[in-house]
């Protein structure tokens, strides 16, 4: 069965921008994380969304938000871009319940000039 | 709150020696426990997991048992290959209500032939 597919997969725009990222998880899998990887913090948890209500999140400024669809594809969405928002960000895809496996997609690079 | 504490590295091994990477966590109630991997240009791969106490999580040779006196949750290989080389992610899920894993910062493994 098809992976977890993120588009774009690089991305450069400029400081004061916003941008649009997007997920499309497993088949069948409800819940869809959001993940910043960059060389000084790691990884940390952005938010997660299932059956398209926001389930958890983590401690961004309130220029990170996301969406999720009936079909259970999410958007990411920062706006008004700084060159710190320049980082991996990694979309994870599971059925949602407890102590179930995360699946990544291959992420999307974005980088702010 | 909850962390994960993971040695940084890098490690930098020889074909075939014998690899740990250790891991320690902070949490309240029962966590799950998981080992990732990322590859260069990659998204992060589930390596193994562990869900409660005592248990030994196994794949590809790679093992970790979750330690709940010492809460610990190494990674071991017995033999380490030039594939091995990437970076490994101890983590861990606190909230049984979702699924946000909270990452160590990661160990950057090379192996050398």
């Known amino acids: 069965k098809a992976g977890v597919t993120q588009t774009p997969r690089y991305l450069i725009k400029t400081r004061g921008q916003q941008v649009t990222l997007s997920c499309s998880p497993i088949?069948?899998?409800?819940?869809v994380s959001w993940y910043q990887q960059t060389p000084g913090q790691g990884l940390q948890f952005l938010f997660e969304y299932f059956s398209e209500t926001q389930r958890n999140k983590g401690n961004f400024p309130g220029r990170f938000s996301g969406r999720q669809f009936s079909n259970s594809r999410s958007e990411m969405n920062v706006s008004t871009l700084e060159l710190g928002d320049s980082a991996l960000y990694l979309c994870?895809?599971?059925?949602?319940?407890?102590?179930?496996?995360?699946?990544f997609g291959q992420g999307t690079r974005l980088t702010v000039v | 709150g909850n962390s994960v504490t993971q040695m940084e590295g890098p490690v930098t091994l020889s074909e075939e020696a014998f690899l740990t990477i250790n891991c320690t966590y902070t949490a309240t109630g029962y966590p799950s426990l998981f080992w990732y991997v990322q590859y260069p240009g990659e998204g992060l791969q589930l390596l193994l997991k562990?869900?409660?106490?005592?248990d030994k999580g196994s794949n590809k040779g790679f093992e970790a048992t979750y330690r709940k006196e010492t809460t610990s949750f190494h990674l071991e290989k017995g033999s380490v290959q030039v594939s091995d080389s990437a970076v490994y992610f101890c983590a861990l899920i606190s909230n049984q209500a979702g699924t946000a894993l909270i990452f160590g910062k990661g160990t950057t493994l090379s192996v050398s032939s």
């Open positions: 088949s069948g899998h409800r819940s």
């Open positions: 994870a895809s599971s059925p949602g319940t407890a102590n179930t496996e995360a699946f």
């Open positions: 562990a869900t409660k106490a005592d």
